[in-house]
């Protein structure tokens, strides 16, 4: 009676975790670059880390050609920013 037990647990377990890939908030895709990931998150808050090292967070407003607009940044709340998307090495969004 065990192994089936542990069977069907694993089961569950596999099925939860294909269910959260698939439900991911970055909606990642094999073609994508930084701007269409970038313009995924309009609307939404999203951390940038900089070529440079830096980090800085926000909420997107647009994206365009070379620049992504944000506004209402992390500790700088009445402040908004336009980033060069060639200096971003990485988007983080929250997942939960």
């Known amino acids: 009676m065990k192994v089936p037990a542990l069977f069907a647990a694993f ?12 439900d991911s908030k970055l909606g990642f895709k094999e073609n994508d670059t930084v701007a ?6 309009v609307g939404q808050s999203v951390e940038l880390r900089l070529r440079n090292g830096e980090k800085m967070g926000g909420k997107v407003v647009k994206v365009g050609n070379g620049l992504v607009h944000l506004n209402q940044l992390t500790s700088q ?3 908004e920013a336009a980033v060069a998307l060639d200096s971003i090495a990485a988007v983080v969004v929250r997942a939960k």
């Open 11 to 22: 089961a569950l377990l596999a099925s939860a975790t294909a269910a959260t890939a698939q």
């Open 36 to 41: 269409t990931v970038l313009t995924r998150q």
């Open 77 to 79: 709340e009445f402040f």
